[in-house]
């Protein structure tokens, strides 16, 4: 009988501290909105004398032994869409969320040493298509209705309204009532995109502007300005002189500039404003210009001369007697024709 004796069996164990690996994840749920951008963020930890040789995220835990996960900047439907930020963690930066996003992510590691660690727990994202439909464009007046298939609380430009309901209702909507609207989920932190109400009105607070805003003397320039509010904006100015002549079409623009300014431009002007929606006139502004005697004429009679005499100003030539008055006042003075 033989004996026969085989050799033991060497069985080296790899024994790794716990506590020298890990991935820590902040938060571990995110409940996003469809199209809207979202952060995982991460710490992580490994032994002292090892060296990390590459980081990355991945949608997958480890399949077969051998095959690694990828790397989302290799998956064509994340590269144009991811970030990795490093700063004091790592972060997963992914923007445009779509419906197919919604999985559980991973952040891994590889060291010098061919380790390659990946936390457990993961971040799960979850997608939600939450929105506010309603009209894009509207007229004043109209009735606008709002709509949003969950408990939550209504927002104009960023500001908290009143309504808890799905539906958000405008009664005779005005220009006041334009602007971003969202809603968001009571309790979560969940808000949907905004959508912009237009609200379109004819031209409104029309007034008119003259400068120089003091005296007005002949000769000068002058510009008329027409200001109002519309939407959309307004399109056309005219503007209209009302004098001696009746109501006249003087200008197109919303600026009228008037140079060496006669008397004759004296009258009340009226500017009148025009959108798509409909137009609307200021109320008249009145315009004087000031100028110096004309026409001036002397008219003398036997009580004239014996009461007023030293109202008159007399002028002498040098080889005939002639005689004139002359008029004036602050803006200038004129003389008389001889008499």
């Known amino acids: 009988m033989s004996l026969q004796i085989t050799p033991p069996t060497l069985i080296v164990l790899l024994i790794v501290n716990a506590q020298d690996w890990g991935v820590i994840y902040r938060p571990e749920y995110i409940c996003a909105l469809k199209g809207s951008t979202v952060t995982m963020d991460c710490t992580y930890s490994y032994p002292a004398d090892h060296t990390v040789k590459k980081t990355f995220w991945t949608k997958s835990l480890p399949p077969a032994a051998g095959v690694d996960p990828p790397d989302l900047l290799d998956d064509p439907e994340y590269r144009d ?14 923007r445009d969320v779509k419906e197919n996003d919604q999985s559980k992510y991973y952040f891994r590691f590889i060291t010098d040493k061919g380790v390659k660690y990946q936390g457990a727990h993961g971040v799960y994202l979850s997608v939600t298509g939450l929105q506010v439909e309603g009209p894009e464009r509207v007229m004043e007046g109209d009735k606008v209705t709002l709509t949003y298939t969950s408990i939550q609380t209504w927002y104009r430009n960023g500001a908290s ?9 405008l009664r005779s909507v005005s220009r006041e009532d334009a602007g971003r609207y969202s809603c968001a989920v009571l309790d979560l932190n969940l808000h949907s995109p905004e959508v912009t109400l237009n609200v379109r009105y004819p031209p409104k ?21 027409c200001s109002s509010d519309g939407n959309p904006p307004v399109q056309k100015y005219t503007w209209f002189k009302k004098g001696d002549k009746g109501v006249q079409q003087k200008f197109t623009g919303q600026i009228y500039s008037i140079k060496n300014i006669r008397s004759a431009d004296s009258g009340e002007y009226q500017c009148m404003a025009t959108n798509t929606q409909g137009s609307q006139s200021s109320e008249y502004k009145s315009l004087t210009v000031l100028y110096p005697p004309k026409r001036i004429s002397v008219s003398i009679s036997p009580s004239v001369m014996e009461t007023h005499l030293w109202n008159i100003t007399w002028y002498k030539g040098s080889s005939l007697v002639n005689t004139s008055v002359r008029s004036s006042n602050k803006h200038g ?4 024709d001889n008499c």
């Open 205 to 225: 607070s029309i007034s008119v502007s003259i400068s120089p805003s003091g005296e007005i003397v002949e000769g000068s320039s002058v510009t008329l300005t």
């Open 333 to 336: 003075e004129k003389y008389s």
């Open 81 to 94: 869409r991811i970030q990795y930020l490093r700063d004091k963690s790592y972060r997963l930066s992914l």
């Open 161 to 169: 309204l009143s309504s808890r309901t799905e539906q958000l209702y």
